[in-house]
T-cell receptor, first 112, second 115 residues
Framework: GENVEQHPSTLSVQEGDSAVIKCTYSDSASNYFPWYKQELGKRPQLIIDIRSNVGEKKDQRIAVTLNKTAKHFSLHITETQPEDSAVYFCAASIEGYSTLTFGKGTMLLVSP | NAGVTQTPKFQVLKTGQSMTLQCAQDMNHEYMSWYRQDPGMGLRLIHYSVGAGITDQGEVPNGYNVSRSTTEDFPLRLLSAAPSQTSVYFC??????????????FGPGTRLTVT
C-alpha cells in the first residue's frame, strides 16, 4: 500500500518568515495530494490540494508543488502569521478511490 | 447543512466494554471513512465505505466493526475495548465526480479513553 513520509515533524518560524513542509509518497499510481490544517482540538480542514497533471498550485500565501518523478510534494507558506500555527498533514490517494493515506503531520509554530 | 456530525464528543470505557461511535452526514456523499488519530502517528484509516451496503478495511481495522445501511450513517463499533484503543476518532465523508476526488469533510471527533 501507499506510504507517505512527512518532514519536519516540528517547525518553528518567526512571523513573516516562510515555512516549507515536505512529503514523499511511495505509490507511483497516486495522483491526488491534499493538505490539511488542524488547529488544536479541532477537526482537520482542507487548505489546498494538487492533482498530478499540474506541477504547482497557489492560493494567496499558500502554494503546493509536486514532482512526480521524485514522488515528492511540498507545502509553502509565505509571510507566516501566528494564526498559521497548527498541525499540517499531507496526504496521497489515487483518484477514483475513496481513501487517503496521511503523513504523520508537522506542528508549525509561528512566533510573533 | 450540518455537514458531518459525530456523537459522543467524549467517552470513557472500561476494558472489555463495547460501544458504538455514531457518524452521520447530510451532504449525500457516497464515501465515508473512519480514522483514528494518535500523537505522532497522523491519521490512520480504520474502515471505509464507498456506498450503502459496501464496507472495507483500512490500515488498522482490528477490534472495530462497521456497517453502512444508509448513505447518511456510518457507525463504528468497538467490540471489546482495550487501552490501545484510547484515541481521537474522526469520521469523514467525500465524493468523486467524473473520476476526480474531492475534499474529505471531517466530523468534530470523538475522544475515547479506555481504562
Amino acid at each position: 500500500g501507499e506510504n507517505v513520509e512527512q518532514h519536519p515533524s516540528t517547525l518553528s518560524v518567526q512571523e513573516g518568515d516562510s515555512a516549507v513542509i515536505k512529503c514523499t509518497y511511495s505509490d507511483s499510481a497516486s495522483n491526488y495530494f491534499p493538505w490539511y490544517k488542524q488547529e488544536l482540538g479541532k477537526r482537520p480542514q482542507l487548505i489546498i490540494d494538487i492533482r498530478s497533471n499540474v506541477g504547482e498550485k497557489k492560493d494567496q500565501r499558500i502554494a503546493v508543488t509536486l514532482n512526480k518523478t521524485a514522488k515528492h510534494f511540498s507545502l509553502h507558506i509565505t509571510e507566516t502569521q501566528p494564526e498559521d500555527s497548527a498541525v499540517y498533514f499531507c496526504a496521497a490517494s489515487i483518484e477514483g478511490y475513496s481513501t487517503l493515506t496521511f503523513g504523520k503531520g508537522t506542528m508549525l509554530l509561528v512566533s510573533p | 447543512n450540518a455537514g458531518v456530525t459525530q456523537t459522543p464528543k467524549f467517552q470513557v470505557l472500561k476494558t472489555g466494554q463495547s460501544m458504538t461511535l455514531q457518524c452521520a452526514q447530510d451532504m449525500n456523499h457516497e464515501y465515508m471513512s473512519w480514522y483514528r488519530q494518535d500523537p505522532g502517528m497522523g491519521l490512520r484509516l480504520i474502515h471505509y465505505s464507498v456506498g450503502a451496503g459496501i464496507t472495507d478495511q483500512g490500515e488498522v481495522p482490528n477490534g472495530y466493526n462497521v456497517s453502512r445501511s444508509t448513505t447518511e450513517d456510518f457507525p463504528l463499533r468497538l467490540l471489546s475495548a482495550a487501552p490501545s484503543q484510547t484515541s481521537v476518532y474522526f469520521c469523514a465523508s467525500s465524493y468523486s465526480k467524473g473520476g476526480q476526488a474531492y475534499e474529505q469533510y471531517f466530523g468534530p471527533g470523538t475522544r475515547l479513553t479506555v481504562t
